[in-house]
């Protein structure tokens, strides 16, 4: 069952896919102290039970075996070989490096057409680069499905929108929940799904075999 597109849905439901995309994002981001704590007491794959639960997606009995004895050392290091890799990452997390692929060109960080466009997209939801953070292109999975959190939560009526951004009606086709659908037609669905099952093929620990498995489940 797809949750990522669909009929008009409810507060209630929106909120729950504002969970899922966190989750997501989360889970994509690169590890650190306390998601490597969440996956070895159990949490994060409780956590995404329930949520998937809740979006009406069965998850298999045995998806999430093995990921609470991966330690953050381990994680670490899979992360930088899947998503940042040398000379190339197994797996990119990056929209415009799957879309150069289909566009015939080289990839390139930030200035290519694809990685400019969601950038405007977020600009239009008043969204961008958080001060201090990193400079990274904003087509990462991980900062994409931040987006899509943030426009589900805004839908679902539990944050309001940025105080100097556009209002709701101003949004990418006139609300927070068609803004969510265009992005991902437009963005998500355009890479999501090969980036998924990648990551099924190349991750080498239970945690990222785990996370493709809850990717390719939300999508549908």
């Not at 997606?57 to 093995?66: Q, R, T």
């Not at 990839?107 to 001060?131: I, T, W, Y």
Request: charged share 25%; hydrophobic share 45%.
């Amino acid at each position: 069952m797809a949750v990522i597109e669909g009929e008009t849905m409810g507060a209630e439901t929106w909120q729950v896919r504002a969970s899922a995309c966190e989750l997501l994002s989360l889970s994509l981001r690169y590890p650190d102290d306390a998601l490597a704590r969440i996956v070895a007491s159990g949490e994060w794959a409780d956590a995404a039970r329930e949520i998937w639960d809740a979006l009406g997606i069965a998850l298999p009995s045995d998806w999430a075996a093995g990921v609470e004895d991966t330690e953050l050392h381990a994680l670490r290091a899979e992360a930088t070989r899947l998503f940042v890799g040398a000379p190339q990452a197994a797996c990119s997390p990056y929209e415009g490096f799957w879309r150069a692929g289909d566009d015939g060109v080289q990839p390139l960080m930030f200035v290519n057409p694809h990685s400019m466009a969601v950038e405007r997209f977020c600009k239009d939801c008043g969204l961008g680069q958080a001060e201090g953070a990193p400079n990274e292109p904003l087509d990462h999975i991980a900062t994409e499905f931040e987006l899509l959190q943030h426009l589900a939560s805004v839908e679902a009526g539990i944050v309001e929108p940025h105080p100097d951004g556009p209002s709701t009606g101003d949004l990418p086709d006139g609300g927070a929940g068609a803004a969510y659908e265009r992005f991902v037609t437009d963005h998500l669905r355009t890479f999501a799904p090969r980036f998924a099952d990648r990551l099924a093929v190349e991750a080498r620990v239970p945690y990222y075999r785990a996370v493709a498995r809850l990717l390719s489940a939300y999508l549908g």
